[in-house]
């Protein structure tokens, strides 16, 4: 429903009206005093309070406008909050703003030479129809932010991977408060702070960032098993992160290898954290065709392949934060990339 009207030829919005003055325009209109017409079609334009107390205008009785979309009470109120922010945060603001493209912004503010438009989406839209939207808005000139409320099945593919030219942020609902909240970056902000960062320029997006390095630190794990041949209780070690270095399932990467190696290596030159554990040695793997590094039982000397510590062991022990571990550093012969953070939107302090 219009926030918008004309007052004899001059545009006024029902949310700066305090109680007296919309109670002397209704008057006003009722005698006949003043022309008040809707911009989407020139048709006259009636007032209305809301049952939340929202002052707002509706078309005639039984009038259908072609081009005002009926909005749900949920939407206005999400209007009317965004609107008293951006006014309270010092912007020149308007609401339902006809841009060139033809979009109608929901609340359109600007400041300085930053021009900004948030826009609700409570019904369904496609992720393409968010596209195409979005390039009409920059083409407008201005970076249009959207509150939406995403389907329950597919949300997913709104935000994989997060993209910085499309700023789409879901609305959930608080269920204590049963308010709207968007979360960022694991923090879950009211619509007012959230607008409010907005306009503070403080919800920014970071881009994936990776490092390229030789030297890498790994943490080494230590778990308990029963050799298969012996059916001894033996302790075995691997390397494990979840962060960097392409661990293959089967075989081993150059960067495993150099890992290994210095396992290996530290194990030699008496390592205590090694001291009960068989001696890692490069062997040949039937099951893998080629010579690797990996862990042999202390008793028997059985060989303990990597197949079955990737496929059983990790798995299973991997979740165990009580696992003895050492880090360990180890020099690679090629750089590789160290995952440092995924892009996504983040919440930076305040200038
Ligand atoms: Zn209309
Ligand atoms: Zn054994």
Redesign the pocket.
């Known amino acids: 429903m219009p926030f918008k009207a004309i007052l004899n030829g001059k545009p006024i919005i029902s949310l700066d009206f305090t109680d007296q003055e919309w109670e002397q325009l209704r008057n006003d209109v009722k005698k006949g005093k003043v022309e008040l017409k809707?911009p989407?079609?020139g048709?006259p334009a009636y007032l209305r309070t809301s049952k939340l107390g929202t002052k707002h205008f509706v078309?005639k009785r039984g009038h259908r406008?072609k081009?005002?979309k009926p909005e749900s009470l949920e939407h206005m109120r999400l209007k009317e909050i965004i609107y008293r922010v951006c006014v309270q945060e010092g912007w020149e603001t308007d609401v339902e703003r006809i841009m060139p493209s033809g979009e109608i912004a929901d609340v359109y503010c600007e400041k300085d030479s930053r021009k900004i438009v948030f826009e609700v989406q409570l019904s369904y839209q496609t992720l393409n129809t968010f596209r195409e939207r979005q390039k009409k808005y920059i083409n407008d000139g201005v970076r249009a932010y959207w509150l939406f409320k995403p389907p329950k099945r597919d949300s997913y593919i709104y935000f994989n991977p997060p993209n910085k030219q499309l700023p789409i942020f879901a609305l959930e609902i608080d269920k204590n408060s049963s308010d709207f909240q968007i979360e960022v970056a694991s923090t879950m902000l009211s619509v007012e702070t959230f607008v409010k960062y907005v306009l503070e320029g403080r919800i920014r997006f970071k881009d994936r960032v990776v490092h390229r390095k030789t030297k890498i630190i790994v943490d080494v794990y230590k778990a308990a098993t029963k050799c298969w041949k012996c059916k001894r209780v033996i302790n075995v070690v691997f390397p494990y992160s979840d962060e960097y270095v392409s661990w293959s399932w089967f075989g081993m990467s150059k960067e495993e290898e150099a890992i290994w190696r210095q396992i290996a290596k530290l194990q030699r030159q008496g390592v205590r954290f090694f001291a009960n554990v068989g001696p890692i040695k490069y062997r040949y793997s039937k099951t893998v065709g080629e010579k690797y590094w990996m862990n042999t039982c202390k008793y028997c000397g059985a060989k303990i392949g990597n197949f079955f510590l990737k496929h059983e062991i990790i798995p299973e022990v991997i979740e165990d934060e009580y696992l003895p571990q050492i880090k360990i550093e180890v020099k690679l012969s090629h750089p590789i990339d160290i995952f440092v953070s995924e892009a996504k939107w983040y919440i930076v302090e305040k200038k």
């Open positions: 809707l989407c079609c048709g078309h406008c081009n005002w």
